[in-house]
């Protein structure tokens, strides 16, 4: 006879073993899908990794002085930082970086850091947020290292 115990135990490992199955696939996917986006950045700068800048992130806590880091690493001819890309109410690219659109040249500051004009507004960072790093790393024009805050 079966025991309930050791029957209810079988199920839990059977579910427990559907769900590592499950997390390693969708683990998988997300390397194989991050692996194409890096590798058509890479094609996109010329072919291979050599010619991307260096990435960088800056992670911290409110009040902390980033925004002046960021500053900082912008007066260097060399480094391109992004401030708040990821602040909920606006896309706080780096100051001049609207400068470098032709196509926005009648669009004002204002709309651009909303999100309300240029290639990614708020919508779509929030729905695909891999867009607007894709979209950061691709635009480092002369830059050898770029980032955000």
């Not at 839990?12 to 194989?32: F, K």
């Not at 896309?91 to 309300?116: C, M, T, V, W």
Request: hydrophobic share 35%.
């Amino acid at each position: 006879m079966n025991d309930p115990k050791e029957s209810l135990l079988d199920l839990t490992r059977r579910a427990t073993n559907r769900l590592r199955i499950v997390n390693v696939l969708s683990e998988r996917s997300s390397r194989q899908r991050y692996s194409r986006m890096m590798a058509e950045v890479a094609d996109k700068a010329g072919g291979n990794d050599h010619n991307l800048p260096i990435r960088f992130v800056i992670f911290n806590y409110p009040r902390t002085g980033s925004n002046l880091l960021c500053s900082l690493l912008n007066q260097h001819p060399e480094i391109l930082c992004h401030h708040e890309i990821f602040n909920p109410e606006r896309i706080y690219y780096a100051k001049d970086f609207k400068d470098y659109f032709p196509e926005l040249s009648n669009a004002s500051r204002q709309d651009f850091i909303r999100g309300k004009v240029g290639s990614i507004t708020i919508g779509d960072r929030n729905r695909f947020p891999e867009k607007l790093f894709l979209f950061v790393w691709q635009h480092a024009f002369e830059a050898k290292a770029v980032g955000f805050n």
